[in-house]
């Protein structure tokens, strides 16, 4: 292992210093064309998946993205990777603007942001050693030639702890845990600097996903990563994450350093939430306050007007149902968008 370190080539320097801003979004869109015709298809709506997103990320922090399932968290994070084209918006990397790279140029910079997929299970090619699976983003960079590729393919295998003499099975062979320690390693071969982890854990058993998460926190110190941390799971999230960003139906409501939104949380969608966390101690479950939300969540192919949660919100007035609320800063680092705060 020391002897790979020693080997690895820093072809990549960053120019972005520890705790300056990483990733910068802007007005992010993402719209999915709805069609309809028997012989012409014609769009007649959009599916508004992600809708007029701000955000930032520093390096070396990790920033949680949680909602409901279908708000669009993985949207967002495939759309700022451009695996999705943005429909509108600015995603501003490390001084790059990634929405304008295409073809070889935007296939080269995708060296320096990977992805971890959800399940494990469908993530991993089934006719590929592992082997094969962490040696092709060396293959595809050109990174690492003959000897060298093996010894690195080992030195990521035992940073996320599997041993090397695995790398000649299959991912049949490997439990869910395994597989994904498989697509952790598969993430880190070429040397990223930004990784979306796309709810890495939600598919694995409880005493499994404690392992993985302490397993990405190791390798965000010893690699100096960066992580968008996309999850449904509050209590995970709070454990891993340095600021919280909570969406609802395409949308951001709130965004917070993790402390300060888990104890002052502003939007009353962001309250629900955390009031749907069970605590251990049964005193304080029983006197805290629980909020039911009624109602559904409209469709993103018709979102209501002024503020989309106006539907389900227990304080909204005839303001929420006119008017979209500002993206502003109510306190520092606290971000919110509602009228009512």
């Known amino acids: 292992m020391a002897t790979m370190q020693t080997q690895s080539k820093n072809i990549y320097t960053s120019t972005v210093k520890h705790g300056e801003t990483l990733l910068d979004v802007q007005g992010l869109k993402m719209y999915f064309p709805v069609t309809a015709g028997t012989f012409i298809q014609k769009k007649v709506a959009d599916v ?13 922090e990790t920033l949680g993205l949680v909602g ?3 708000c669009g968290k993985s949207t967002t994070g495939r759309a700022v990777l451009q695996l999705y084209r943005p429909t509108a918006g600015s995603v501003n990397f490390g001084g790059t603007e990634l929405t304008t790279l295409k073809g070889d140029e935007l296939r080269r910079f995708r060296r320096r942001m990977q992805m971890i997929f959800q399940d494990p299970f469908s993530s991993l090619n089934p006719r590929m050693s592992v082997e094969q699976i962490i040696g092709e983003p060396l293959a595809i960079h050109g990174l690492y030639k003959g000897p060298e590729r093996a010894e690195r393919i080992q030195y990521i295998l035992q940073a996320v702890g599997l041993n090397p003499a695995f790398a000649r099975r299959f991912p049949h062979e490997f439990s869910g845990g395994q597989r994904q320690r498989i697509g952790i390693g598969r993430a880190l071969a070429a040397e990223p600097e930004f ?25 965000q110190e010893q690699f100096g990563l960066t992580y968008l941390f996309i999850a449904h799971d509050l209590a995970v999230v709070r454990h891993i994450s340095d ?3 909570v969406m609802y139906l395409g949308k951001m409501m709130e965004l917070a350093e993790s402390n300060e939104l888990y104890q002052n949380p502003l939007h009353p969608y962001t309250k629900a939430l955390l009031s749907a966390v069970p605590i251990t101690d049964p005193e304080l479950e029983r006197q805290r306050e629980r909020i039911i939300l009624t109602g559904d969540v409209p469709s993103p192919l018709r979102p209501p007007p002024g503020c989309v949660f ?3 919100c227990p304080i909204a007035v005839d303001e929420c149902r006119e008017r979209i609320p500002e993206w502003r800063e109510v306190e520092p680092n606290h971000f919110v968008a509602c009228h009512r705060v």
Request: charged residues 25%.
């Open 48 to 60: 508004r998946a992600v809708d007029d997103l701000q955000f930032k990320v520093t390096k070396g």
């Open 68 to 70: 409901e399932s279908g």
């Open 310 to 312: 106006n539907t389900r």
């Open 195 to 219: 990784i979306v982890c796309d709810e890495p854990v939600s598919a694995l058993d409880v005493s499994i996903q404690a392992q993985v998460i302490n397993l990405l926190g190791d390798l």
């Open 243 to 245: 600021r919280v960003a």
